[in-house]
C-alpha cells in the first residue's frame, strides 16, 4: 500500500525516557530482555503490523541507541523530556505528509503482541472517531492511568494515576500506552495539548480533547495483563524476563517439546526447536540456535547460537557456535567453542573440549581432550588426555588426522602435524612430525616404528 494513501498505517516508538530508576549508564531501551535489547520487540511488533521501519523518538544515550539499532529504524530526536505528547509531536515533521493512520507505542512496553496491535489497528479503521487506546483490567498496575467511562460505557477520560481521585484509583480498567489516531486529526491537535501541573504534555489528555470535541475514543482491551508490563526498574525487568520465559515456553510445550520443568528452563525468542526435543531443568538455549527433532538437552546445559542436528543428546555441557549433525552425543562437561563441527554419530565425552575443529562421522573422543584447528577424518578414536598444541606463540596452526586414525592417551600433536589414515599413536606420545598412514609412531619425540595393517 502506497504510503501516502489514506488506509496506510506508520508506526512511531517513544524511546527518549532516561530510565532513571534502572539506575544504570547503560540506556533503558537497550537492557537485554530474552537475549536482545529492549526495544528491539517494539521495532519488530510495529514493523509486523505497519509493514515499514517505525520511527523511533530518541532523547537520553540516543547515540549509544542509534549505534546498536542501525538503520532498522527511522530517528528523530527529544531534545528537552517535555512528556509523552511532546515526543510524539517530535514524530511530526517526519510523518506529516503521510496520510492514513499513526500507530504509537512505548519501547519499554516488551510483550505487546502484533495480534494485539492488529486488534488496535482494525477498530481504528471502523472507529469513526480520531483514535483507539488499548486498556487492560489489572488492578496490580496501580501507576497506570486510569480509563474512566461514562455510565453508557464510552471512554471519557484517561487520569493518570498521579492526578486520580480516590475513586479513580479505585478502579481497575487502566491505560496499557499504545494507541492507534488517524493522523489528520493527531497532527492538528498534539499543539493543543495543555501543560501538566509537572510541567510536561501528556498524550493522553488527548482523550479529554476528543471527548470535549463530541467525538469518540475508542477502546480494546486485551485479556493478557502481562502484555502491559513496561520496563521502568529491574524488579520489573525482572517480571517481564519471566513473563516472556512463559510465553515463549508454552509456544515450544505446543509445539511437541517437552519441557520438564519450565520454570528453570531459559529458551530466548530467537531459537527454534523440533518436535518431541526433551529440554530438561537449568538448560538455557540462546542466540540463533536451532534444534532438530527427537534430541534430549540438559540438565544444565547452555547452547548459544549453535545449529543441532536430530536424535543428538547433550548432558552438562557448554556449546557455542558450534554445529551437530544427526546422532550426536555430548557430554557431560564437554565444551564446543565457536567453528566446532561434529558429523553424525560423533561422540565427546567428559572435560572434551572442541575449537574451530571438524570431527567427521563416527569420531569418538572420550575424555580430557582438546582439539583445536583440526580436521578429523571418519571414525578416528581420540584417547583421553590427548591435545592438539595448535598455537606456537605467533599463530594457530592446523591438525590434521586421517580417517580410521587410533590416538593413543596423553599423545600431544605439536601442529603443523598430519597423522595419516588408519595410523596410530602410542601412549604418551609427543608428535612434531607427521605420521604416514597405517603406520605407528611411538615415543618423545614419536618415531614411526613399524606399518600397519
Not at 98 to 117: S, W
Not at 224 to 252: M, P, S
Not at 439 to 447: D, N, Q
Request: glycine letters at 12%; aromatic letters at 4%; charged letters at 15%.
Amino acid at each position: 500500500m502506497a504510503e501516502n494513501t489514506p488506509g496506510a498505517l506508520s508506526a512511531v516508538i517513544l524511546a527518549a525516557g532516561q530510565g532513571t530508576r534502572l539506575k544504570s549508564a547503560r540506556p533503558k531501551v537497550l537492557h537485554p530482555l530474552g537475549g536482545r535489547p529492549l526495544v528491539s520487540y517494539a521495532i519488530e511488533a510495529a514493523q509486523a503490523v505497519s509493514g515499514r521501519p517505525p520511527v523511533l523518538v530518541v532523547g537520553h544515550g540516543a547515540e549509544a541507541v542509534r549505534a546498536a539499532l542501525g538503520d532498522r529504524v527511522r530517528y528523530v530526536e527529544q531534545a528537552e523530556q517535555l512528556g509523552t505528547g511532546h515526543a510524539v509531536a517530535q514524530a511530526a515533521a517526519a510523518l506529516r505528509g503521510e496520510a492514513g493512520l499513526v500507530l504509537v507505542t512505548y519501547a519499554d512496553m516488551p510483550l505487546l503482541t502484533v495480534a494485539t496491535l492488529h486488534a488496535l489497528v482494525a477498530e481504528q479503521r471502523a472507529n469513526p472517531g480520531p483514535f483507539t487506546l488499548l486498556s487492560v483490567n489489572a488492578p496490580a498496575l496501580r501507576d497506570f492511568g486510569r480509563v474512566v467511562r461514562a455510565a453508557t460505557g464510552e471512554l471519557q477520560a484517561v487520569v493518570e494515576a498521579a492526578q486520580s481521585t480516590p475513586e479513580q484509583l479505585a478502579l481497575t480498567e487502566v491505560n496499557v500506552g499504545a494507541y492507534c489516531f488517524r493522523a489528520e486529526w493527531l497532527w492538528a491537535t498534539l499543539p493543543r495539548l495543555p501543560l501538566s501541573p509537572t510541567g510536561e504534555y501528556f498524550l493522553t489528555d488527548l482523550v479529554g480533547l476528543a471527548v470535549a470535541a463530541g467525538e469518540r475514543v475508542a477502546v480494546v482491551t486485551t485479556p493478557d495483563a502481562d502484555e502491559a508490563l513496561g520496563i521502568n526498574t529491574r524488579v520489573q525487568l525482572a517480571e517481564a524476563e519471566a513473563a516472556l520465559r512463559r510465553r515463549v515456553n508454552a509456544h515450544w510445550m505446543l509445539a511437541g517439546v517437552t519441557l520438564t520443568d519450565p520454570a528453570t528452563t531459559y529458551i530466548e525468542p530467537g531459537v527454534t526447536l523440533g518436535p518431541d526435543t526433551v529440554v530438561l531443568p537449568n538448560t538455557h538455549l540462546a542466540g540463533r540456535t536451532t534444534v532438530g527433532a527427537g534430541c534430549v538437552l540438559g540438565p544444565n546445559t547452555l547452547v548459544r547460537d549453535s545449529a543441532i542436528g536430530d536424535r543428538c543428546e547433550i548432558e552438562c555441557s557448554v556449546l557455542e557456535g558450534a554445529t551437530l549433525a544427526e546422532d550426536v552425543s555430548v557430554g557431560p562437561f564437554a565444551h564446543l567453542r565457536p567453528g566446532a563441527r561434529l558429523g553424525r554419530g560423533v561422540h565427546l565425552g567428559n572435560f572434551g573440549e572442541v575449537k574451530n575443529s571438524t570431527l567427521g562421522p563416527g569420531v569418538k573422543m572420550g575424555h580430557f581432550s582438546y582439539v583445536g584447528d583440526a580436521t578429523l577424518g571418519a571414525d578416528v578414536n581420540i584417547g583421553a588426555g590427548t591435545i592438539t598444541c595448535n598455537f606456537d606463540g605467533v599463530k594457530k596452526n592446523p591438525t590434521v588426522i586421517g580417517a580410521g586414525a587410533f590416538i593413543g592417551s596423553d599423545t600431544l600433536l605439536v601442529a603443523p602435524v598430519t597423522i595419516g589414515a588408519g595410523a596410530r599413536t602410542g601412549a604418551g606420545a609427543v608428535v612434531t612430525k607427521d605420521v604416514p598412514p597405517d603406520t605407528l609412531a611411538v615415543g618423545m619425540p614419536a618415531r614411526a616404528v613399524r606399518k600397519l595393517k
